[in-house]
């Protein structure tokens, strides 16, 4: 499972409020994912990381911002929870030294927004 | 960039019969091709993936896939299914010097008995 938590794994919140996701990974990989996961959707990417501070945009960025300050926690916030963003959040890391090649993913987080 | 489409968005099969998910994906040079599955309420497990070499891949619990270059797909197959392939399927695509996977909207696969 490539050691990868997620922590809370359920979470409740109202509209407004500020939410952090936290990703930990065990074994000092380069690269790490935020996905969020919606029916017909498939998975979709909101941020990545590849590096300690080194964070890039994915295709649904807006309304979050990542952190990384350690190779192992790489940081989800919703800065204002909406309705919108009640999801499956999931974590990768990519193995093997390079971003192309397969990511294992977290067990993820499931969030509703009320 | 690279993109994926899986055309099926349910399929139903009985177990012990064979199975065909369709991935076709868009990318001007060599992809690198993965098929992932999710269990209900589970994260994703990576079943196979296409690199190079070899089109026809196999993969973890009986699967295999085949990367047909001139057709854009990577079809993922399991020649007898069991109950517990019961599952999301998920295509996704790669391109070296990215550091993004793109994922397909996925395959729910109903065994049925």
């Known amino acids: 499972d490539a050691g990868i938590t997620q922590s809370p794994r359920h979470k409740v919140t109202e509209t407004g409020t500020p939410v952090t996701l936290r990703c930990h990974q065990t074994e000092n990989h380069r690269y790490m994912y935020w996905y969020r996961q919606d029916p017909g959707h498939g998975l979709r990417l909101i941020h990545y990381s590849y590096g300690v501070k080194d964070t890039d945009k994915g295709e649904v960025s807006d309304g979050y911002s990542v952190s990384r300050s350690k190779t192992e926690d790489f940081l989800l916030t919703l800065e204002s929870a909406t309705s919108s963003q009640t999801s499956v959040y999931f974590c990768?890391?990519?193995?093997?030294?390079?971003?192309?090649?397969?990511?294992?993913f977290g067990p993820g987080t499931r969030l509703t927004v009320l | 960039a690279q993109s994926v489409t899986q055309p099926d968005i349910h399929i139903t099969v009985s177990e012990g019969a064979s199975l065909e998910l369709r991935c076709n994906y868009s990318y001007g040079a060599t992809p690198y091709l993965f098929w992932y599955v999710q269990s209900p309420g589970q994260g994703l497990q990576l079943l196979l993936k296409y690199f190079s070499g070899d089109t026809l891949v196999q993969g973890i619990k009986g699967f295999e896939a085949e990367f047909k270059r001139s057709q854009s797909s990577f079809n993922l197959r399991k020649p007898s299914v069991h109950w517990s392939d019961a599952a999301e399927y998920f295509c996704?695509?790669?391109?070296?010097?990215?550091?993004?996977?793109?994922f397909g909207a996925g395959t729910t696969v109903t065994v049925r008995a």
């Open positions: 996704a695509v790669g391109a070296q010097n990215d550091y993004k996977l793109s």
């Open positions: 990768a890391i990519s193995v093997g030294g390079a971003p192309y090649n397969e990511q294992f």
